[in-house]
């Protein structure tokens, strides 16, 4: 009879630094969800909190502010839409987004195509200034701009502000897009250069649809600024109240319900205010997202 003897198994030396390292990992991990919870909460809820608060009636919101509604106020929006004018103010910025995010995305996309795609003397300089459009405080350009439109008989119009939107976007589109079509194929353009097309006809049916990605992601933080914008308006736009834009439209509804004690009301013209933006980014997030991670690779 033959008896066998098993030799005791002995832990590879990494072992314990596996354990060690998951260890490590799963630490990092519960920290990390639990920073990224801190920030959701940061983040949301002073959204849900206005969303909540704008249901409520004035009495309830004075006595228990951080309450929750005990019955929905509809005619708290109601209030907001037709007494407080908040849909002209949302109609006249709506009209004047559309012609100031159009000129934006097509004068901004068209610059920063020629001077990432073609070599010219004066190029660098040319992105430069462009660049140094974005360290320039526009409080230090109200005084100039105010003469400047009031000799050209642009105040208080809507072209008006819709100029002054562009000319306050340009330079952060120039310089996010020259960088997006920086990282666009040349075959593509040089194959279209040699089939005849010209360069008005690659630039609008071959590379501005191939730059897709990077033109939403722009257009994103465009509308997210001229939306919210209220320097401007309150310099341009001040003559009369009825083409006040959104933001302004808001201060005057903040300081009128606040005399009036309609605070409801106030919140719901809040969060009518965000709903477009939360609507916008909820549709255009992966092309967001898509266009920033493929204007940082190349």
Same mark, same amino acid.
């Given at each position: 009879m033959t008896t066998s003897t098993t030799a005791p198994r002995t832990k590879p030396a990494d072992?314990? &630094? &596996?354990?060690?390292? !998951?260890?490590s990992g799963a630490t990092l991990n519960v920290f990390s969800h639990a920073f990224l919870a801190l920030w959701v909460i940061l983040a949301a809820g002073p959204l849900v909190w206005v969303a909540l608060t704008a249901f409520r009636p004035s009495v309830d919101i004075l006595s228990d502010p951080m309450g929750w509604p005990s019955s929905f106020h509809w005619e708290n929006f109601t209030n907001a839409w037709t007494? $407080? /004018?908040?849909?002209?103010?949302?109609? /006249?910025?709506?009209?004047i987004l559309a012609g100031s995010l159009t000129? =934006?995305?097509?004068?901004? !996309?068209? $610059?920063a195509y020629v001077i990432a795609r073609f070599t010219f003397p004066? /190029? &660098?300089?040319v992105f430069m200034l462009f660049a140094g459009g974005m360290m320039? @405080?526009?409080?230090? $350009?109200?005084?100039? %701009? #105010?003469?400047v439109m009031e000799n050209f008989g642009?105040?208080?119009? &809507? @072209?008006?502000?819709?100029? $002054?939107?562009?000319?306050? !976007?340009?330079? #952060? =589109?120039?310089? #996010?897009l020259t960088s997006f079509f920086r990282t666009l194929p040349t075959g593509v353009q040089e194959a279209a250069m040699v089939d005849g097309a010209s360069h008005t006809r690659t630039f609008f049916q071959i590379m501005l649809p191939m730059a897709k990605p990077g033109l939403v992601s722009i257009g994103i933080f465009n509308f997210l600024g001229q939306w919210n914008q209220y320097l401007l308006p309150l310099l341009l736009n001040n003559?009369?109240?009825?083409?006040?834009?959104l933001p302004q439209g808001l201060a005057t509804l903040a300081v009128s319900q606040g005399y009036r004690g309609d605070w409801g009301a106030l919140f719901a013209g809040l969060t009518i205010a965000m709903v477009p933006v %939360?609507?916008?980014?909820a549709v255009f997030q992966r092309q967001v997202q898509a266009g920033l991670t493929a204007g940082a690779i190349k």
């Open positions: 072992e314990p &630094r &596996r354990e060690t390292g !998951s260890r007494e $407080a /004018n908040i849909g002209q103010y949302t109609l /006249n910025s709506l009209i000129g =934006t995305m097509l004068l901004g !996309s068209m $610059a004066g /190029n &660098r300089f320039f @405080p526009v409080i230090l $350009a109200l005084v100039p %701009l #105010f003469a642009l105040l208080d119009t &809507r @072209p008006g502000l819709m100029i $002054a939107y562009i000319a306050y !976007s340009l330079p #952060f =589109t120039v310089f #996010f003559e009369d109240e009825k083409s006040y834009v %939360l609507v916008v980014y």
